[in-house]
């Protein structure tokens, strides 16, 4: 079956430039995260959805970062006025349970970042 | 919030049993610990999950002493294939709105012919 899809696979920004990354979730899956990969670290949490609620935005890293999920289903990361510190793989997953950390988590290949 | 220590890398010969070892010491009562593999431009995948004691599926095992302060993914005779980082995690089941999602800087196998 479909797995978590992500567009673009890559992007290049301009500094400055706003840019927008869209996950596909499973279908039928309540939870969503959104997480940050710098090169050679591991992810970081950014924020968690549970259907159309962002319940947890405490990991995104400024007021420039924004993410929505109006329908309980596809999720938007936008960042605004991009940044060098920006460029990294930006991940999404989810999960069909409401609970953290005891469920298995799907997820995509990611958008890889770069901001020149 | 329970953060992990993993090794930063380790090497293995193919058909070995290689076993990663991951400390917890601030692990709460309502933690679970759960493994994941992350191959190159690839997202993580689940490996294994677990609570207490011992866990098997069909690719591993994990074992998690008494106190769970740590717990330990054991992959039974690993090829080429098997060679990817390891992430140990570690968090709270109930708190939907706590951000207790942290993955480390994970433990880089490298599988030898």
């Known amino acids: 079956g479909a797995g978590v899809s992500q567009s673009p696979r890559y992007k290049v920004a301009k500094r400055g430039q706003d840019v927008a990354l869209r996950c596909d979730p499973i279908s039928g899956h309540v939870s969503l995260f959104w997480y940050q990969q710098a090169l050679g670290q591991g992810p970081e949490f950014l924020t968690y959805?549970?259907?159309?609620?962002?319940?947890?935005k405490s990991g995104l890293p400024s007021d420039r970062f924004f993410a929505e999920r109006p329908e309980g289903s596809v999720s938007t990361l936008k960042i605004q006025r991009t940044q060098q510190e920006d460029s990294a793989v930006y991940l999404c997953a989810s999960s069909t349970r409401l609970r953290l950390n005891s469920y298995e988590q799907y997820f995509g290949p990611g958008t890889r970042l770069t901001v020149t | 919030l329970a953060k992990t220590t993993q090794p930063i890398s380790m090497d293995s010969y193919e058909g070995q049993e290689v076993n990663i070892t991951c400390s917890h010491n601030?692990?709460?009562?309502?933690?679970?610990i759960t493994w994941y593999q992350q191959f190159p431009s690839q997202g993580p995948r689940f490996i294994i999950q677990g609570y207490k004691t011992k866990v098997t599926n069909e690719v591993a095992s994990l074992f998690i002493p008494a106190d769970r302060k740590s717990s330990t993914l054991s992959l039974p005779r690993v090829s080429l294939s098997d060679t990817a980082v390891y992430y140990c995690l570690v968090g709270d089941s109930d708190q939907t709105g706590a951000n207790n999602l942290f993955f480390g800087t994970g433990t880089r196998l490298t599988v030898i012919p």
């Open positions: 601030n692990i709460a009562t309502n933690d679970y």
């Open positions: 959805f549970q259907n159309e609620a962002q319940l947890d």
